[in-house]
């Protein structure tokens, strides 16, 4: 089975930005597609959200910095990251599942296709 790609992660100073893009080949459409992050020793976390109606939802620690956008007709996900901070490093991995039930709650339980991740970090 074709597989969820994540690309665009990078090494970036503090401040700087990064666009990070998903493609999901392998199933038609999708209800929700997200973006989640894990640090060293942290729990995987939702950072962005995107519903097939459009309707967005951020983390906290994001609102204002981060944009989702995409297209789940065809399966795409992007993530624009500006203002980088230390904290915003980890792994940054894509979901995909065909239920919008929920999306926007950005829940690990919630989604059934997942990447391999792509590395972010920021320097200080």
């Known amino acids: 089975e074709v597989q969820v790609m994540e690309s665009g992660g990078d090494s970036v100073q503090a401040g700087g930005s990064l666009r990070l893009s998903c493609v999901d080949p392998g199933r038609t459409s999708s209800g929700c597609m997200a973006w989640f992050r894990q640090a060293p020793g942290k729990e995987r976390e939702g950072v962005a959200a995107l519903r097939s109606d459009g309707r967005t939802s951020y983390a906290e620690s994001v609102e204002g910095r981060f944009t989702v956008s995409g297209d789940n007709t065809v399966n795409t996900l992007y993530l624009e990251m500006n203002n980088l901070k230390p904290e915003d490093t980890g792994m940054y991995y894509c979901?995909?599942?065909?239920?919008?039930?929920?999306?926007?709650?950005?829940?690990?339980?919630?989604?059934?296709?997942w990447g391999q991740g792509t590395q972010v970090t920021v320097s200080s």
């Open positions: 979901a995909a599942d065909h239920s919008s039930a929920r999306c926007l709650e950005r829940r690990t339980s919630m989604f059934d296709y």
